[in-house]
């Protein structure tokens, strides 16, 4: 069962602020800084897939960074060399100590959680490529993040030292095909820019909320929460892995379009079916070419239509003019459950990514209100939302329920 304790600490991160020892011209969270990193160590794992011909366990990689990023709140705001000097003198004690905080919000997680978790702390021999894509990750995200640090103060003591400290790291994983391709291609830096400049839109821009989150943070939120959903169905391996790809970019066309708000859409009869047109216009045009071809036909089949169950008719293989494929067979997520959870069928639960992204959303608007922030825009989008998930069952999922712990 999902609780709510899981979905809350989740939150806690986009209260955490990042370089707060420098001067900053936007803020910087902890949950943007997770979300970047995943969107990389994606690309760098599929760069170690496609050109090295080199496995990547994508559950594990998945679970890895949720792993990682639960223990990073749990041990707050800490300068990274600090962090890495305890982990490196303590870490068995402190990793001991994290889930112990963890437990009462981890122990009913299906899908063995607390078990693979521990596996993945404790044993240094365990997952090594997975955890190597996910510590060049983090500095690649860090990079990004410290080149508008550097820029706003050249000339700040130490800031050398860290310059090079960063440097130093991603060089130490420069044998991965990701990195080199940060570094000197400019197509693929291009496509993790734009990503990182989600950062910069926030939600709900209407009104003013606590903690905020930017549109990059609800993507990696809205991934989580499908990577719970998809567990608690017993999905199988690439069910699990698109259901969290898929969700990770949901929103990245609004890199090229900014965040239009659902009421807006709605407004006008047709609007909806015009912007999603734009949007894959947009796509074509801006993104696509950024990425290596062979990527197109399972990138569109996971973010075109996000919010569409779907399988891949495993007898029927084929990709139509546009690069998308066709041989997606539009399904429900009980349809899934029942006859499609197989790895063959490359099953996409979009109900459940709407679910989770409407969940994430209503959470938004409810932990600003319990701050005391709340506004007509978050307590009539917060009343909305709820009327309309709180019956609604999906694949075996008591959504309502989960919207109840907020209510």
């Not at 291609?185 to 606590?210: E, H, P």
Request: net charge negative; glycine share 4%.
């Amino acid at each position: 069962m999902i609780r709510e304790a899981i979905l809350r600490t989740f939150y806690d991160a986009a209260s955490m602020q990042r370089w707060n020892d420098h001067i900053r011209p936007v803020e910087l969270t902890e949950l943007d800084k997770q979300a970047h990193k995943m969107i990389i160590a994606f690309v760098v794992g599929r760069f170690e897939e496609t050109v090295k011909n080199s496995p990547v366990n994508w559950r594990i990689l998945i679970e890895g960074s949720i792993f990682e990023f639960l223990q990073r709140i749990i041990i707050t705001d800490i300068k990274p060399q600090v962090f890495h000097k305890i982990i490196a003198e303590k870490g068995d004690e402190i990793n001991r100590w994290v889930l112990d905080q963890l437990k009462d919000s981890t122990h009913e997680i299906k899908g063995d959680f607390v078990k693979r978790f521990k596996q993945y702390l404790f044993d240094k021999e365990y997952a090594a490529i997975e955890k190597k894509i996910l510590r060049a990750s983090h500095y690649l995200a860090t990079s990004w993040e410290f080149g508008i640090i550097y820029h706003m103060s050249p000339r700040s003591l130490g800031i050398e030292e860290t310059k090079r400290a960063i440097e130093n790291e991603i060089a130490h994983h420069d044998d991965l095909i990701g990195v080199q391709k940060w570094v000197y291609d400019k197509n693929i830096y291009g496509f993790l820019d734009i990503c990182g400049t989600l950062r910069f839109q926030q939600r709900w821009a209407q009104a003013q909320r606590v903690p905020k989150t930017s549109v990059l943070g609800h993507m990696l939120i809205v991934a989580m929460f499908s990577y719970l959903c998809s567990i608690e169905v017993d999905a199988c391996d690439k069910r699990l892995y698109n259901n969290y790809i898929a969700a990770l970019f949901h929103d990245l066309p609004e890199a090229l379009t900014r965040d239009i708000v659902s009421p807006v859409k709605r407004s006008v009869k047709g609007l909806e079916e015009i912007l999603s047109k734009y949007e894959q216009e947009q796509l074509d045009e801006k993104i696509f070419p950024l990425l290596p071809p062979s990527w197109h036909e399972e990138i569109r089949y996971l973010i075109i239509e996000p919010f569409n169950s779907r399988v891949l008719d495993a007898d029927t293989v084929g990709v139509a003019p546009c690069g998308y494929p066709n041989n997606v067979i539009n399904v429900s997520s009980e349809e899934i459950n029942s006859r499609f959870n197989q790895d063959k069928y490359s099953p996409v639960d979009g109900e459940i990514i709407k679910a989770c992204d409407c969940l994430a959303a209503y959470m938004e608007a409810a932990l600003s209100i319990e701050h005391g922030i709340a506004s007509h825009h978050l307590t009539e989008g917060k009343k909305s939302i709820y009327q309309k998930w709180k019956d609604k069952h999906i694949a075996g999922i008591h959504f309502g329920q989960i919207f109840d712990y907020f209510k």
